[in-house]
C-alpha cells in the first residue's frame, strides 16, 4: 500500500507530485456531459470563439478532481478513510485544452481525531500548475487517515 500513515505526514512539508497529465478535449467534453453540465464554456468550441478566452475552459470540477487525483498515488492510496470537505477552492488562471498539469501538495497540519483513536485528520493545500508554471487551482482539503495499525 503505497499511502502514507497519519503519523508519517510532516506539517510543512511540500510534496512535488511526479504525474504529470495533459488534459484534452475528451477529459472536458466527457467529464461535462457525465455531470450534466452544459455549460458552452467547456463543450462548444464555436461558442467559445466569440467569448475572451478565444476557445474552451478546462471545467473547473474536472481540474479540481484531477488536482488531487494526481495526490493520491504518493499521500493517499489506501490509507484514507474518507475526504472531509475542501475550501478556499480557487482557480486563479485558466486551464485549456492542450495543457499539461503538474500538482504539489502542503501538508498543511494535522491532529489525532477525537472520535477514533486509530485515525486523524491532516489538512493538505493541493497546488496545480499549468506547463508555464501558471497556478491554475489550489484548495485546502481535509481527509480522515487511517493510524499505522499496531503490532499485536
Not at 120 to 137: M, N, P, S
Request: glycine share 6%; with cysteine; net charge negative.
Amino acid at each position: 500500500m503505497p499511502g502514507m500513515w497519519f503519523e508519517e505526514f510532516e506539517v510543512g512539508r511540500i510534496y512535488d507530485h511526479p504525474i504529470t497529465r495533459t488534459v484534452t478535449e475528451m477529459d472536458n467534453t466527457m467529464f461535462s456531459c457525465l455531470t450534466m453540465n452544459p455549460q458552452p464554456l467547456h463543450i462548444d468550441r464555436h461558442f467559445c470563439e466569440t467569448t475572451e478566452w478565444g476557445q474552451p475552459l478546462m471545467n473547473s470540477l474536472f481540474t479540481l478532481g484531477l488536482m488531487i487525483g494526481i495526490s493520491v498515488n504518493d499521500l493517499t492510496l489506501g490509507t484514507t478513510i474518507a475526504n472531509l470537505g475542501m475550501r478556499d477552492v480557487a482557480f486563479p488562471a485558466p486551464l485549456f485544452q492542450g495543457d499539461t498539469v503538474r500538482v504539489s501538495t502542503e501538508v498543511k497540519g494535522k491532529r489525532a481525531s477525537n472520535s477514533r483513536p486509530d485515525a486523524g485528520i491532516v489538512e493538505f493545500i493541493h497546488r496545480a500548475y499549468k506547463q508555464d508554471d501558471t497556478l491554475v487551482a489550489e484548495c485546502t482539503r481535509q481527509a480522515f487517515m487511517r493510524m499505522k495499525p499496531q503490532a499485536a
